[in-house]
C-alpha cells in the first residue's frame, strides 16, 4: 500500500522553529516527479507551501514562507523534510505532504493530487 507517513507537529512560540517529516511507505519517493507541503488553517482552503523535484532540482516556495521554511529529500531515507524557523501565529494549521507528477510551480490545486499524508497539526503560539 501507498502511503505518506507523516511526523512532528505540536505546540511552538512566535519566532521558533520546527522540521516536518514526512516518509514514503510501500514506494521510493522517486516513483512521483515532486512532493509537496499543503496546510490548511481553520476556516480557510488548503493552500501550497513548498515543492521539491525527484532529480531536477526544481524548488517552490510560496511567497508567504521564502526566506523562512526549507524543503529537502532524503533519497536513501526516503524522505522529504520541511523545515520552518521563524513561525508567526499565521503558521497555526495542519500541515500535509502530498507526492504527484506535477511541476513545482504553485499553480496546482490541492484538489487535483491523490497521494496525501495524514497530516500534522502546528500551532503557533505563546
Known amino acids: 500500500q501507498l502511503q505518506l507517513v507523516q511526523s512532528g507537529g505540536g505546540l511552538v512560540q512566535p519566532g521558533g522553529s520546527l522540521t516536518l517529516p514526512c516518509a514514503a511507505s510501500g514506494f521510493p519517493l522517486d516513483k512521483y516527479y515532486a512532493v509537496n507541503w499543503f496546510r490548511q488553517a481553520p476556516g480557510r482552503e488548503r493552500e501550497e507551501v513548498a515543492c521539491i523535484a525527484r532529480a531536477d532540482g526544481v524548488i517552490y516556495y510560496a511567497d508567504f514562507v521564502k526566506g523562512r521554511f526549507i524543503i529537502s529529500r532524503d533519497a536513501e531515507k526516503n524522505m522529504v523534510y520541511l523545515q520552518m524557523s521563524s513561525l508567526t501565529p499565521a503558521g497555526t494549521a495542519l500541515y500535509y505532504c502530498?507526492?504527484?507528477?506535477?511541476?513545482?510551480?504553485?499553480?496546482?490545486?490541492?484538489?487535483?493530487?491523490?497521494?496525501w499524508g495524514q497530516g500534522v497539526q502546528v500551532t503557533v503560539s505563546s
Open positions: 502530498a507526492a504527484s507528477d506535477y511541476y513545482c510551480s504553485g499553480y496546482v490545486p490541492a484538489s487535483e493530487f491523490n497521494l
